[in-house]
Nanobody
Framework: QVQLVESGGGLVQAGGSLRLSCAAS????????MGWYRQAPGKQRELVAR???????NYADSVKGRFTISRDNGKNTVYLQMNSLKPEDTAVYYC?????????WGKGTLVTVSS
C-alpha cells in the first residue's frame, strides 16, 4: 500500500530554516509527481510546492524565493527546504502524491514559527 511519512517539523524562530522530508513507499516514486501542502488553523489546505518526475517545480507565490522542493529518487524521498520562515508559515505540512488517479496523503508534520 502507498505510504507517505513526513518528518522534520518543529519550532523555529522567524527568519530560521527547517528541512522537511517525506519518505514514500508503495509507488514507483521516480515517475510520480510529489507535492507539499499545508494547512493553518482555521484555513483550507493549500499547495506549497510540487515537483514532477522530470524535476520541474512550481511554488505558491507566498513561498517563492524562500522554499525549495527537491527529490532523491534513489531514496524515494522528497524534501522541502524552508528558509526565511515567517510566523504565517505556521501550519501542518502534508506530503501528497497521486497514484493511479487516487490522491494519497501523509499524516503531516507541524511547523511552528515564533515571532
Amino acid at each position: 500500500q502507498v505510504q507517505l511519512v513526513e518528518s522534520g517539523g518543529g519550532l523555529v524562530q522567524a527568519g530560521g530554516s527547517l528541512r522537511l522530508s517525506c519518505a514514500a513507499s508503495g509507488i514507483r516514486f521516480s515517475i510520480n509527481s510529489m507535492g507539499w501542502y499545508r494547512q493553518a488553523p482555521g484555513k483550507q489546505r493549500e499547495l506549497v510546492a510540487r515537483i514532477s518526475s522530470d524535476g520541474s517545480t512550481n511554488y505558491a507565490d507566498s513561498v517563492k524565493g524562500r522554499f525549495t522542493i527537491s527529490r532523491d529518487n534513489g531514496k524515494n524521498t522528497v524534501y522541502l527546504q524552508m528558509n526565511s520562515l515567517k510566523p504565517e508559515d505556521t501550519a501542518v505540512y502534508y506530503c501528497n502524491t497521486n497514484n493511479y488517479l487516487k490522491d494519497y496523503w501523509g499524516k503531516g508534520t507541524l511547523v511552528t514559527v515564533s515571532s
